[in-house]
C-alpha cells in the first residue's frame, strides 16, 4: 500500500567530517549547507554559539560542533561548512546552523543496526549521540540533533 | 471518502467568537419590553451558526446548550414571550460561558462546564414558566394546534401531525449555498423523518454538470409541530424550490411529559433520533467539499432511501476520533482590499523587475543607459516601501476589535455599583497593530474600570453638584503622528490631589516640602501600591493596578498620562507606536558591533565631563548631570567586548530612560538613526540578557537590539531611591 512501507527502516543520513571523524544526521532534518560567513556575536554566549546570522530574513544562530564537543577549535577557511538544520526543541521548531569541517556523504542506514556508544568518555558528549554504525569499513557516529541543539 | 475536520477547527472557533460578540452587542442594544425583530434575528441568527458549526464539528456540549438559547429567543422572536430584563442577564451569562467553552476547545480541555449546566437548568425554569400570553400568539391560524413549546402545561393534548412533504430544488441550489442536508437535519429534530430520493432526472453521466442539483425529495415527517414551523425550515431556500407540505394525519394524544422543555420532550418521543445524531452530522465545510467532490451526489440519495442518521454515522465517529488540533497559531482575518492592493503592489514589483532585467541583460550597457538604470531603482525603492506599508498594514486592525468588549464591562460594572452610566466610543474604525490591540486590552479595562468606581460619583453625588444624574465615560482613539492615542474621559469628580498628596507624604513618596505641581501629584497615582481608595471594592482599590498599567504600556513603548480638574472630571491618555514591528533607533558602536538603543528611550546624548563623574563605593561610577545622579553602564563590559574602548572620555554616553530611572551607557560612538523591522531571537535561539530582540541592516548583517531595562537589571542596579543612590550591588559583581 504505502511505497515507503519496505525500506521504512532505511533512514537517510548526512555525514560530515569533524576532526577527521564521521558524523551523522538525520537528512530530513537539514534545510541547505552554506559557506562560513561572518557572524553577528550574541554577548555573553557560550563559546561554542558562533552568534546570528541572516537566512533570507530570519535571525538563526549558528553553533560551533567542535567546540560543543569540545575538541580543538580550527580557524574558519572557505571550505567550512555551516549546515542549516530544522530541530524541535522544547516543543518548538528552530532553526539553526552547525559549523563542520567538511560535508562527507549521504548514507541509507538500518537505524536498528546501530550499536549504543560505548560507555568510556565524556558523559556529556555521550548524550549526544544516537548510536555508531558501520558503513562499508568506515565508523560513523549518528547525532542527536536535538540534544545537541538544545542551547 | 473522510475529511478531517479538525483543520477547520480554528476557522469554526474565530468565527464563533466573532458571532459571540455580535450577540453581545446586539444584547445591549436590547430594552426590557421591547422587542425588535431585527436585533433579536441578528442575535438568533449569530447563535444558530454557532449550534450549527459546533454540531458539525461535533461539540454537543456548545451546540445543545446554544439550542437553548435559541429555544428562548425564538419564543421572544414569536412574541410567545416578552423579553425581560433577566433574560438579557442569563443571555450574556450565556455568552460568557460559550466563550470559555470555546476557549477549553482551543486548550484541548473538555467543554462540558459547570456554567453551561446551570445555566441550562435556568433556561429551562424560564421555558417551563407558562409562557406570557402576549396576545399576538403565532397560533391563531393553526387551529387546535399547539406551538411546541406550550407543551409544558400540563395535562395538554399533544397533536402530532403528520407531513408528507415534496421539497423539488431548482438546478441551482447548491450555488446559492444551500445544502438540503441541513434541511433534513433540522426536520430530523421535530420528529421521525424519512426522505426519500428522486433520482430519475438525473441525466447521462455525459451531460451531467457537477454543480447542479438533480433530485427531489419525498419527505415523510412525524412530528408535534405545526406547518408553519416545518415551512420555517425551508425559508432558506424557498426562492430556489419548490416545496409542498401536505398534512395527511393528526392524532391528539395525551401528554406525557409535563414541566419540560420542548427539546426534551422530543427527545422522549422519538428515541431513535437523538440529538447526536442530528448535530453530529457533517455540515458546512465537510459536506460541501463532499457535494463538489463526488459530483453533487450527496449521501442520502446514494441509497435512494435513508435516514441521515445512518449515513452520517461513520462521520461523525470520526469526528470524533480525530485528535483535536492545537491552536497555537493564531489568524488574522483581513479585508480582501487590503489583499488586492498588495497584489497590485506585486504586480508593479514584478514589472520594475523585469525592467532592470533587460537593463542588465543589455550587452552594449552605457552612460547612456544610467539615467535608465536609476530611474528603475528610484521605482523599486518606491515599490518596495509601498510593498511594506501594505504589508504592515494586514496587521493593522480597527480597534473596534478592543473596544466592542466595553459596553459590556460598562454594563456590568455600572449595574454592580448602581450608577448610571453612558459609554460613548469614538473612532472605533483607528487602527492598529493585532499584538499591540492583544496587549492594550487589559489595561484599558483597568482605566474603565477605575474611571467608573472611583470617577463617577454616585447618582444622588451627581444630583447634589447640579451634574446630569448619568455618568458620562467616553473611549476616544485617534492617530497622531506615528502614534494611536487613547482617551478614557470621564466627567466624574476628578482626581483628589490633596488626597494623592497625603497618602504619598505618608507612604514615604515625597516630602511635604517637595513642591511638586497638582499634575505631578497626580502622576504619582501610578507609583507601584498606590491607592487612594477608602474602600476596597471588588472592582478596583487594592492599590495594585495603576502601576501595572503603566508597567504594562510602557512594555509597549507607550506612555500614559493623567489629567484631572476637580468637579469636572479626568482624563487618561494612552499613548502606543502603531504597530510593534517596526521601531526607531539609534545605531551605535560597541567595539566590533553595532547595536540598537531604541529611540524612545534615549533622553541625550553627551561626551563625559569627568570632573562631573564619582566614583560611588565598588566600582559603579556616577555622572552629575544637571541636579541628577546618573549611573554609568558601560556596554562593553556588559556585554563583554574587551576590544572597545575602555575609558570614559574616549566614548560617548547615551543616556536612557526606563522604568523612570535614568542610565548612561557608554558605547564608542554614535552611528545613524533609522527605522528597523525588529526580528525575533527567541524564536530559533533563546532569550539573551540585555537584548530585546535583532534586526537586520541595509548591509544584510544583523545587529542586535538593546533592552535598557534587561540592562539595568544585569548591572545590578536598583533604582535610585530619592534620597540619594542605593544601589543593590556593586556593578563589579554583577558582571
Known amino acids: 500500500m504505502n511505497p515507503e512501507h519496505e525500506n521504512a527502516d532505511l533512514v537517510q543520513y548526512l555525514t560530515f567530517m569533524m576532526d577527521d571523524e564521521e558524523y551523522g544526521i538525520e537528512i530530513l532534518a537539514v534545510q541547505e549547507i552554506r559557506g562560513w560567513e561572518t557572524t553577528t556575536v550574541i554577548p555573553n554566549s557560550e563559546d561554542y554559539v558562533k552568534g546570528v546570522i541572516n537566512l533570507r530574513g530570519t535571525v538563526v544562530p549558528v553553533i560551533d560542533l567542535r567546540l560543543r564537543f569540545k575538541l580543538p577549535h580550527v580557524e574558519y577557511n572557505e571550505l567550512t561548512v555551516v549546515i542549516i538544520v530544522k530541530v524541535e526543541v522544547d516543543g518548538h521548531d528552530k532553526i539553526m546552523g552547525i559549523v563542520v569541517d567538511a560535508v562527507s556523504d549521504v548514507y541509507n542506514i538500518e537505524k536498528q543496526q546501530a550499536k549504543k556508544a560505548p560507555e568510556i568518555g565524556d558523559a556529556e558528549n555521550r548524550a549526544y549521540i544516537e548510536g555508531l554504525i558501520n558503513v562499508g569499513d568506515k565508523m560513523v557516529v549518528l547525532l542527536d540533533l536535538e540534544k545537541v541543539l538544545a542551547i | ?735
Not at chain 2, 518606491?382 to 498594514?393: A, G, I, P, W
Not at chain 2, 476616544?476 to 498628596?501: C, F, M, P, S, W
Request: glycine share 6%.
Open chain 2, 1 to 735: 471518502m473522510s475529511i478531517d475536520l479538525s483543520q477547520f477547527y480554528e476557522v469554526f472557533i474565530d468565527e464563533s467568537f466573532e458571532g459571540l460578540e455580535t450577540m453581545e452587542a446586539e444584547l445591549l442594544n436590547l430594552q426590557p419590553g421591547e422587542v425588535e425583530s431585527e436585533i433579536i434575528n441578528n442575535i438568533f441568527r449569530a447563535a444558530h451558526s454557532i449550534k450549527g458549526g459546533s454540531g458539525t464539528f461535533g461539540f454537543n456540549a456548545i451546540a445543545e446548550f446554544t439550542h437553548e438559547i435559541e429555544t428562548l429567543l425564538d419564543q421572544i422572536r414569536n412574541g410567545e414571550r416578552e423579553l425581560e430584563a433577566n433574560h438579557i442577564d442569563l443571555m450574556l451569562k450565556s455568552i460568557d460561558c460559550l466563550r470559555d467553552m470555546l476557549r477549553a476547545i482551543q486548550n484541548d480541555e473538555p467543554q462540558e462546564s459547570e456554567d453551561a449546566k446551570q445555566l441550562t437548568a435556568q433556561f429551562q425554569a424560564i421555558l417551563a414558566e407558562q409562557a406570557a400570553p402576549s396576545g399576538a400568539s403565532s397560533d391563531s391560524e393553526t387551529e387546535e394546534g399547539e406551538p411546541s413549546q406550550a407543551v409544558s402545561a400540563p395535562a395538554v393534548t399533544k397533536v402530532t401531525n403528520i407531513f408528507d412533504i415534496n421539497f423539488t430544488p431548482e438546478p441551482h441550489l447548491f450555488k446559492t449555498g444551500n445544502e438540503p442536508l441541513f434541511i433534513f437535519d433540522d426536520l430530523a429534530e421535530f420528529g421521525e423523518l424519512e426522505v426519500v430520493a428522486n433520482v430519475q432526472s438525473i441525466p447521462e453521466l455525459a451531460e451531467l454538470v457537477a454543480e447542479d442539483c438533480y433530485f427531489s425529495w419525498n419527505i415523510t415527517l412525524d412530528t408535534t409541530q405545526t406547518e408553519e414551523e416545518v415551512l420555517r425550515v425551508f425559508e432558506w431556500v424557498e426562492d430556489d424550490a419548490k416545496i409542498e407540505v401536505k398534512l395527511v394525519a393528526q392524532f391528539e394524544e395525551e401528554a406525557e411529559e409535563v414541566n419540560d422543555s420542548d427539546k426534551e420532550t422530543t427527545k422522549a418521543e422519538t428515541p431513535t433520533q437523538d440529538n447526536e445524531v442530528a448535530k453530529d452530522s457533517p455540515k458546512s465545510e465537510a459536506s460541501v467539499a463532499k457535494a463538489d467532490d463526488d459530483g453533487a451526489v450527496t449521501p442520502p440519495t446514494a441509497q435512494n432511501t435513508s435516514t441521515p442518521k445512518n449515513e452520517f454515522r461513520p462521520v461523525a465517529g470520526k469526528t470524533k476520533a480525530t485528535e483535536k488540533s492545537k491552536s497555537d497559531s493564531s489568524s488574522i482575518r483581513v479585508g480582501t482590499d487590503k489583499v488586492d492592493s498588495l497584489i497590485n503592489m506585486v504586480g508593479e514589483l514584478v514589472i520594475t523587475q523585469a525592467m532592470l532585467n533587460e537593463l542588465g541583460e543589455d550587452e552594449q550597457f552605457d552612460h547612456s543607459k544610467l539615467t535608465a538604470l536609476r530611474e528603475g531603482l528610484a521605482q523599486l525603492a518606491h515599490n518596495t516601501r509601498d510593498l511594506q506599508e501594505s504589508v504592515m498594514r494586514i496587521r493593522m486592525l480597527p480597534i473596534s476589535f478592543v473596544f466592542s468588549r466595553f459596553p459590556r464591562l460598562v454594563r456590568d460594572i455600572s449595574q454592580k455599583l448602581d450608577k448610571q452610566v453612558e459609554l460613548t466610543l469614538i473612532g472605533e474604525g483607528t487602527e492598529l497593530d493585532k499584538t499591540v490591540m492583544e496587549k492594550i486590552s487589559d489595561p484599558m479595562v483597568h482605566l474603565i474600570r477605575n474611571s467608573l468606581d472611583h470617577g463617577l460619583e454616585t447618582t444622588s453625588e451627581r444630583i447634589a453638584a447640579g451634574k446630569d444624574e448619568t455618568g458620562n465615560v467616553t473611549l476616544n482613539a485617534y492617530h497622531q503622528g506615528g502614534n494611536i492615542v487613547i482617551e478614557i474621559i470621564d466627567d466624574g469628580r476628578g482626581l483628589n490631589t490633596e488626597k494623592i498628596k497625603q497618602k504619598a507624604i505618608a507612604n514615604g513618596l515625597i516630602e511635604e516640602t517637595d513642591g511638586l505641581s497638582d499634575q505631578e501629584i497626580n502622576e504619582l497615582i501610578f507609583q507601584p501600591g498606590f491607592s487612594t481608595a477608602d474602600q476596597v471594592s471588588d472592582i478596583s482599590g487594592r492599590g495594585v493596578g495603576m502601576d501595572v498599567v503603566k508597567r504594562n504600556i510602557n512594555a509597549l513603548n507607550g506612555t500614559v498620562e493623567v489629567a484631572s480638574e476637580p468637579g469636572v472630571g479626568s482624563t487618561f491618555t494612552i499613548r502606543l507606536p502603531l504597530t510593534l514591528a517596526i521601531l526607531d533607533g539609534q545605531l551605535v558602536k560597541v567595539g566590533d558591533n553595532i547595536y540598537i538603543i531604541p529611540l524612545v528611550s534615549i533622553v541625550e546624548s553627551l561626551q563625559v565631563d569627568m570632573n562631573k563623574v564619582n566614583s560611588v563605593g565598588g566600582g559603579v561610577d556616577v555622572l552629575r548631570l544637571r541636579e541628577e545622579y546618573i549611573p554609568i553602564l558601560r556596554l562593553h563590559e556588559l556585554f563583554n567586548h574587551p576590544e572597545a574602548c575602555q575609558s570614559l572620555q574616549d566614548g560617548l554616553l547615551v543616556v536612557v530612560e526606563s522604568d523612570n530611572e535614568k542610565v548612561g551607557l557608554l558605547v564608542d560612538d554614535l552611528l545613524a538613526q533609522q527605522q528597523f523591522v525588529i526580528k525575533s531571537l527567541e524564536a530559533n535561539y533563546k532569550k539573551v540578557d540585555g537584548i530585546s530582540g535583532a534586526t537586520i541592516l541595509g548591509s544584510g548583517s544583523i545587529s542586535l537590539i538593546v533592552d535598557i531595562s534587561g540592562l539595568v537589571k544585569m548591572a545590578g542596579l536598583k533604582k535610585p531611591g530619592q534620597a540619594g543612590l542605593d544601589f543593590a550591588k556593586p556593578l563589579s559583581e554583577a558582571v
